[in-house]
């Protein structure tokens, strides 16, 4: 699939100083340049990179009730080995038991509790992202602790069972969640060759239930995945506190410098989720929940360059209108819709994009589908034939920039989180790190054209849910989940023009 414009990456060399820590004297490169901030910002910022390659933002906010750290690794649940499904999911799990310099089990959390604070984690599809928050005059101690599960963690033997009874319990938790169940029916129909079409959660049975058939250790195998992809190479941290940037400076360079570096470690994969054999398809299912949804998915290339033209806000913006000749506005007068929403699946997602249009129909609506599909895809001919409006984009480029400069500010633990997620992107260059996912750049008539090539009836397919269907059986059931689902091909007409 072409790619939507020709970048490269970033430029992480220009503007990084070498400097050394104050007490420790520990090296590292410094960004000097300056770091594009809302107006109203009165934090201080400083970018570094430590000698492992981990890239690390420490944020002083004099007004900080609590201070906050987050680490993201790239690496998620696409790197789930196709045995062992969840398995990225069970090493954020078994991962702070203890440490070698620290090896009490539950220590880091009690020591948490103890100074008003809390950690969690989560795994994604393209990274694990672990957090923390605690009082500001125990961060140090905080962070020496947090960064040694990253240097010489134990993954204590005795814990593996209770860490799958806690997996499995997440697992069952969302067994009657229509958000995750159709979540694994769009991930289980799509390209079986491509790890987006994995079991992101895990279970008692695509774990111990594996290694036992296998005549594996569960324990092994979840060290060798540890070893093979946790590199400071692909980490990215966030500190933030009421502590002065030097203070800052030198506690994450002195811990995390530790950590090992093994070489860019990101995992990549060929092909799209989305192929031709996925295309076309009309996937009917049954939901928990008294709802009608039509779901249009739409195959794009990888999204993660284009973080500056933004087209698809642009898109999105022009999509969930409301506005007089929107396509809501005529769902509406019909009694067909209560909302809709277009944006991408993720962003991030390496090597491929998604593009979902998604639409909270009535039962009428859902009767009407194919009339839907016709004012959706008559609205995208129509702006692919005038084109993209300049002025359009610089009133949501002025809109974006008052967000921006007067959105309300974030507690510590998410500003971290968000932070340390989104340094992922190795097309935003240093001085965008805190607004490349707001703010507009240049517009780029050629980009939002090209997107709105991918928005057509040959490259798509259409979920429809509902409790009941009136003329659909659904005898297919999703492995994990157990959703009921009908596959059939799109009829000719509603996939052309």
């Known amino acids: 699939m072409d790619s939507l414009k020709n970048c490269k990456p970033a430029d992480w060399e220009t503007g990084f100083e070498s400097k050394q820590s104050a007490e420790s004297l520990m090296p590292?490169?410094?960004?000097?340049g300056l770091i594009e901030k809302s107006d109203n910002d009165q934090r201080q910022y400083r970018l570094i990179r430590l000698p492992n390659n981990l890239v690390a933002l420490c944020v002083q906010d004099t007004e900080a009730k609590e201070a906050a750290a987050s680490l993201s690794v790239n690496v998620g649940s696409n790197a789930n080995p196709a045995e062992f499904q969840g398995l990225a999911h069970?090493?954020?799990?078994?991962?702070?038991?203890?440490?070698?310099?620290?090896?009490?089990?539950?220590?880091?959390?009690?020591?948490?509790?103890?100074?008003?604070?809390?950690?969690?984690?989560?795994?994604?599809?393209?990274?694990?992202?672990y957090y923390f928050s605690i009082f500001n005059g125990?961060?140090?101690?905080?962070?020496?602790?947090?960064?040694?599960?990253?240097?010489?963690?134990?993954?204590?033997?005795?814990?593996?069972?209770?860490?799958?009874?806690?997996?499995?319990?997440?697992?069952?938790?969302?067994?009657?969640?229509?958000?995750?169940?159709?979540?694994?029916?769009?991930?289980?129909?799509?390209d079986p060759?491509?790890?987006?079409?994995?079991?992101?959660?895990?279970?008692?049975?695509?774990?111990?239930?594996?290694?036992?058939?296998?005549?594996?250790?569960?324990?092994?195998?979840?060290?060798?995945?540890?070893?093979?992809?946790?590199?400071?190479d692909i980490m990215r941290l966030t500190v933030v506190g009421n502590h002065s940037l030097d203070v800052l400076t030198e506690w994450v360079a002195s811990k995390f410098s530790g950590i090992a570096s093994k070489g860019n470690t990101k995992p990549t994969f060929e092909g799209h989720p989305i192929g031709k054999a996925q295309l076309g398809k009309l996937i009917h299912y049954k939901t928990v929940c008294e709802k009608y949804t039509l779901g249009l998915q739409f195959s794009l290339p990888e999204l993660k360059s284009i973080y500056r033209?933004?087209?698809?806000?642009?898109?999105?913006?022009?999509?969930?209108?409301?506005?007089?000749?929107?396509?809501?506005?005529?769902?509406r007068k019909n009694g067909w819709a209560t909302a809709i929403n277009g944006s991408p699946s993720n962003m991030y997602n390496e090597g491929f994009g998604i593009y979902e249009i998604d639409i909270d129909a009535t039962p009428e609506g859902l009767d009407n589908y194919e009339a839907i599909l016709s004012i959706v895809f008559g609205y995208l001919k129509m702006l692919a034939e005038s084109g993209p409006q300049e002025w359009f984009y610089q009133e949501l480029s002025l809109i974006n920039k008052a967000k921006f400069d007067f959105k309300d500010k974030e507690n510590a633990e998410g500003y971290a989180t968000s932070l340390s997620k989104s340094g992922h992107n190795q097309y935003v260059a240093p001085q965008h790190i805190l607004s490349h996912s707001s703010l507009l750049g240049d517009y780029d008539?050629?980009?939002?054209?090209?997107?709105?090539?991918?928005?057509?009836?040959?490259?798509?397919?259409?979920?429809?849910?509902?409790?009941?269907?009136?003329?659909?059986?659904?005898?297919?059931?999703?492995k994990y989940y157990g959703v009921p689902h009908n596959i059939a091909e799109l009829p000719p007409h509603l996939t052309s023009n």
């Open 193 to 232: 060759a491509h790890p987006y079409s994995g079991f992101s959660v895990g279970n008692t049975e695509t774990l111990k239930g594996a290694a036992e058939k296998l005549g594996l250790d569960l324990r092994e195998e979840l060290i060798k995945f540890y070893q093979k992809y946790y590199s400071a």
């Open 90 to 129: 069970f090493l954020e799990h078994m991962l702070f038991l203890g440490t070698e310099k620290y090896p009490k089990e539950g220590e880091f959390d009690e020591y948490l509790a103890n100074n008003s604070g809390r950690s969690n984690a989560y795994t994604s599809f393209t990274e694990t992202n």
């Open 445 to 478: 008539a050629g980009v939002i054209s090209k997107c709105l090539q991918y928005l057509n009836p040959s490259n798509y397919r259409l979920f429809i849910g509902a409790k009941e269907h009136k003329s659909v059986e659904c005898k297919l059931e999703e």
């Open 309 to 331: 033209e933004k087209p698809l806000t642009y898109l999105s913006t022009l999509l969930d209108s409301t506005e007089e000749g929107s396509i809501f506005s005529v769902l």
């Open 138 to 190: 125990a961060l140090e101690n905080a962070l020496d602790r947090f960064a040694q599960f990253f240097i010489s963690p134990l993954f204590n033997a005795d814990c593996v069972d209770r860490e799958l009874k806690a997996v499995d319990s997440e697992y069952k938790g969302t067994l009657q969640a229509d958000n995750w169940r159709t979540f694994q029916l769009t991930a289980r129909t799509s």
């Open 28 to 32: 590292y490169k410094e960004y000097t």
